[in-house]
């Protein structure tokens, strides 16, 4: 318990005196001293020069090493696969993108593996031993038997141990976590939410889903479903069949949607980038495409606030946070409730669940290194400066 407290406080506030740690943790100068002795010793933190502008003897100041261990960030997604190598501090050292290798199934995990490999060997990038990987995906992990339910995205991952999978191809230990559930943590935690702020990040998208973050903890559900708004029992019927696989409310707002709503308005079929160029060129079938999915999106986030009553909810993916959607969505939702509906677009873009999976991957391996599994235990590591983080990535 207290070498965990030593390591909060130098992670938090870190540069920082072993005198200033005494007093953050209200442990003995001796005990702080032995500790820090230990982690100094085995490499976990290290010391960054000395205290300034005070009266009498300068202290030495310690911060946790950043190339003391590397964690890897995986967000596996239906088209793009992206691979961030981190370190102890969250800044990104690499990151690797590639198409998602469409036979799916083993291919999938043989693919994430090799990228995960090659981007901690890169020899261009010399880093601390990897320890953890966070892996994103379109679904719903299934905590007894490992597979990926609920993603129809990527064929066969429900039909096998992910994770056991990727453990036995990489050696180290893996986490499997729903990718909207990823996105939602990563902007909480980027933005530098407390856990007073409650957070419902919508990703719309190939698919639609959404995380919710309630006092800074993650809702996942008695089955980890919860977010799972594509399966929302309005837009289409819910009770077709095709509504059991994708979801009434996805059918009507995710990719398939759009491209399917301009198609029977025009005869023509066109990609969505195109749908959107249209409509600022002043298509009106395209301006129709996109108010009848904004309506719908816009109801859905009524519906989440009527439930739930976040103070934010952030619109994300490579569809939902678009300008063209965003005051769409936002005047059909005040038309939806009685009050103002905080609606913003993520700040993080593409890369929000990779934050969120280096938060996990940070705060796990703090607590398995530091806590030695105690129960209840907690280390949360601030995360890099919003800035930089996106900066880092390709």
């Known amino acids: 318990m207290s070498q965990s407290a030593v390591v909060q406080a130098i992670a938090t506030y870190g540069p920082i ?39 009498g ?10 190339d003391a261990a590397t964690v890897a960030s995986v967000d596996l997604g239906g088209t793009k696969i992206r691979v961030a190598l981190c370190d102890l501090t969250g800044r990104v050292l690499a990151e690797r993108v590639e198409p998602t290798e469409q036979s799916g199934g083993r291919q999938v995990v043989d693919q994430v593996a090799r990228m995960v490999r090659a981007t901690a060997d890169d020899p261009q990038c010399p880093s601390g031993e990897l320890k953890i990987a966070v892996v994103g995906v379109p679904g719903v992990p299934d905590s007894r038997t490992g597979a990926v339910l ?4 990527i064929t066969g991952l429900d039909q096998i141990d992910l994770a056991g999978t990727l453990n036995e191809r990489l050696g180290i230990e893996i986490l499997v976590e729903n990718d909207v559930n990823l996105a939602a943590l990563g902007e909480h935690w980027m933005d530098h939410r407390s856990d007073h702020d409650d957070l419902v990040f919508v990703s719309v998208g190939t698919g639609i889903g959404a995380g919710i973050v309630v006092g800074g903890i993650l809702l996942r559900g008695a089955s980890g479903a919860a977010g799972e708004i594509g399966f929302l029992p309005f837009g289409a019927d819910p009770i077709a069949k095709e509504s059991h696989t994708i979801g009434a409310l996805e059918r009507v707002t995710a990719t398939d949607a759009i491209i399917g709503e301009y198609r ?7 990609s969505v980038p195109a749908i959107f160029e249209a409509a600022n060129n002043g298509d009106k079938a395209a301006e129709q495409t996109l108010d009848n999915v904004a309506y719908q999106i816009a109801r859905a986030s009524a519906s989440i606030v009527a439930v739930l009553d976040p103070s934010l909810i952030v619109m994300g993916g490579s569809i939902g946070a678009r300008d063209e959607l965003m005051h769409r969505i936002r005047r059909f ?20 669940a990779l ?24 280390i949360n590591v601030p995360p890099p400066a919003l800035d930089t983080f996106k900066a880092s990535m390709s």
């Open 57 to 66: 003897r300068r202290a030495v100041v310690y911060e946790i090493a950043p």
């Open 333 to 352: 939702a005040a038309q939806c409730y009685p009050r103002e509906i905080e609606i913003q677009p993520s700040k993080l873009g593409p890369h929000a």
């Open 150 to 153: 609920m993603a129809p995205n």
């Open 17 to 55: 005196s072993r005198a200033s740690v005494s007093k953050l943790t209200g442990l003995s100068k001796q005990t702080i001293s032995e500790i820090v002795g230990n982690l100094e010793s085995d490499g976990w933190v290290r010391t960054v020069g000395q205290t300034e502008g005070h009266v």
């Open 355 to 378: 934050a969120g999976g280096v938060s996990i991957a940070l705060s796990h391996l703090h607590i398995s290194l530091f806590a030695e599994g105690q129960k209840g235990a907690e």
């Open 264 to 270: 029977m308005l025009t005869g023509k079929t066109c």
